[in-house]
């Protein structure tokens, strides 16, 4: 059983940073890869960052690719996703998922509840 809780959104302006932080329990959750979906509303999830189990391999949507990171604390089974320069576009609740492979995201079935984070122009 894995259990994932993520935390840091919130409501910030047009080119704010936040930081999203997900941490994994449970003793499944040991080097799995993690990472980021976001849903708006009224649109299907999508795919944001992932982080493979060791930290060494990282993938992001192009609509975010050089304005978020995903690192990981390996010791602390923890994912964090900088936010810098956030667009009105940015605007969703953000899952963290986790599943055994980063390239595989189709086949994560580990979610936590989401966080919002709002971005106000």
């Known amino acids: 059983q894995v259990q994932l809780v993520e935390s840091g959104g919130g409501l910030v302006r047009v080119g704010d940073s936040l930081r999203l932080s997900c941490a994994a329990t449970g003793r499944a959750s040991i080097n799995l890869a993690m990472g980021w979906f976001r849903q708006a509303p009224g649109k299907e999830r999508e795919f944001v960052a992932a982080?493979?189990?060791?930290?060494?391999?990282?993938y992001y949507a192009d609509s975010v690719k050089g304005r978020f990171t995903i690192s990981r604390a390996t010791a602390r089974n923890t994912v964090y996703l900088q936010m810098n320069n956030l667009k009105p576009e940015d605007t969703a609740v953000y899952y963290c998922?986790?599943?055994?492979?980063?390239?595989?995201?189709?086949?994560?079935?580990?979610w936590g509840q989401g966080t919002q984070v709002t971005v106000s122009s």
């Open positions: 998922g986790a599943g055994p492979r980063a390239a595989d995201r189709a086949s994560w079935k580990n």
């Open positions: 982080i493979s189990g060791g930290g060494t391999g990282t």
